[in-house]
């Protein structure tokens, strides 16, 4: 038997999950790489501690600044700020959040705070990791630092002040090197960063990639930094560590479920066996007493199990009620900060509905009803909602508008 590896790290690639092993003093070795990105469809994980690293698009990273050093606080203002932003972890989903240290001055420190979206069927591997991370932080780098690389087709960014990462975005990009757009997310980003009082501005570019004739495309040029184009390094388990430890809640009680039909079913079969051996064996009144005893236990678990049955039932009735992303007045609240401010852009009507979002107003310029269009499709805070915004229409008092969006699903 071949000796067991010491640490096995599952990054997000270019086209497809990684597979990196090796001793964490040595440094890692690529062992196998794949083209789905579903973590369940992983196959051939060697022995040893697994380390997952989350590709950025499942993640929402919050940087910001506190008024404080008590580094016992910093969970604690992090998730304050997170509901301001109306971000709600599911408690009952696992540890889904985690704060991070980026600069202490005097009495105030910059933070960054993660938060980590629930993982979704097939989005694990089969084999459970012992520990998580997210990718961003799974390649050091130097200085204040823009990294830009591809996870699963998609262009993604991360930025950084003295190597500590800062923040890091996703982005819907997929061209073969990078564009305006790109560029356009990643000003915005700063932009952002700057209103929160983090300035950063980046004094070189790393582009990681696999290209065969690669180029640094829209960021040559950019930010008047240079652009170091190479094949993105190996990972290294990043320090600290993270405590982030997403628990699948749905499967436990699914097996729960099975493990209790399993028994009532084997119970049932011990009260027929006995029945059985009660008619034709000599020892009948004894074996009839124990039936007896053991069909009242099995009579006795039954109002338990169907009013568990009912409460399942009756708390997926409620999922519209209880779960944060069906929410009407917490949606329209996310939708209201997207107006551009001063622009007399305003809505006439807003329909929320399980399955459908309709957005209707009237503007008195076409821009301020182009500026919310774009403000919708790019907020953090309505990630996973899919927008149908068609061109606006002249009407009596100025310009009309109807846009529509499906929600997620979970």
Request: charged content about 20%; some cysteine.
């Amino acid at each position: 038997m071949s000796k067991p590896t010491d640490k096995v790290l599952l990054v997000p690639g270019e086209s497809g999950w990684e597979i990196w092993t090796g001793p964490t003093e040595a440094g890692f070795q690529l062992h196998a790489t794949s083209t789905s990105a579903r973590a369940s469809e992983l196959s051939g994980i060697p022995n040893g501690d697994i380390l997952m690293f989350f590709p950025v698009k499942a993640i929402t990273a919050i940087p910001m600044k506190v008024n404080s050093q008590d580094d016992s606080l910093f969970p604690e203002l992090a998730v304050m700020h997170a509901e301001r932003l109306g971000l709600r972890p599911d408690t009952m989903a696992g540890q889904l959040t985690d704060t991070f240290v980026i600069a202490r001055e005097g009495e105030t420190a910059a933070l960054l705070s993660v938060h980590l979206r629930p993982p979704g069927e097939g989005e694990l591997p089969l084999r459970g990791p012992k520990e998580f991370d997210i990718s961003a932080r799974a390649f050091p780098v130097t200085g204040d630092c823009l990294a830009v690389w591809k996870e699963f087709g998609r262009w993604v960014f991360s930025l950084s002040h003295q190597g500590k990462t800062v923040y890091c975005q996703a982005t819907s990009v997929a061209s073969d090197a990078p564009d305006d757009s790109l560029v356009r997310e990643i000003r915005l980003a700063l932009i952002q960063l700057a209103l929160q009082g983090i300035d950063l501005t980046p004094t070189h570019i790393v582009l990681w990639t696999q290209a065969e004739n690669p180029t640094p495309g829209a960021l040559a040029g950019t930010f008047n930094a240079p652009v170091e184009v190479s094949p993105r390094p190996a990972p290294v388990p990043p320090d600290p560590r993270s405590k982030l430890l997403p628990a699948d809640v749905r499967a436990a009680r699914r097996a729960a479920r099975r493990r209790r039909n399993t028994l009532l079913a084997i119970a049932a079969g011990i009260i027929a066996y006995l029945g059985l051996l009660g008619w034709f064996g000599y020892d009948l009144w004894k074996i009839q007493t124990e039936t007896r005893t053991l069909t009242q236990q099995a009579e006795a678990t039954a109002p338990d199990a169907e009013a568990y049955q009912l409460h399942l039932a009756k708390w997926d009735e409620l999922s519209h009620a209880v779960n944060q992303n069906h929410s009407p007045v917490d949606i329209l609240f996310r939708i209201s900060r997207c107006i551009p401010p001063n622009s007399g852009l305003r809505l006439k009507s807003a329909e929320v509905t399980a399955t459908e979002i309709t957005l209707t107003g009237e503007a008195g310029q076409p821009a301020a009803i182009n500026q919310f269009s774009l403000a919708l499709t790019k907020s953090n805070d309505l990630v996973g909602l899919v927008w149908q915004t068609p061109a606006p229409a002249q009407g009596a008092r100025g310009w009309e508008f109807v846009f529509s969006a499906t929600p997620p699903k979970n």
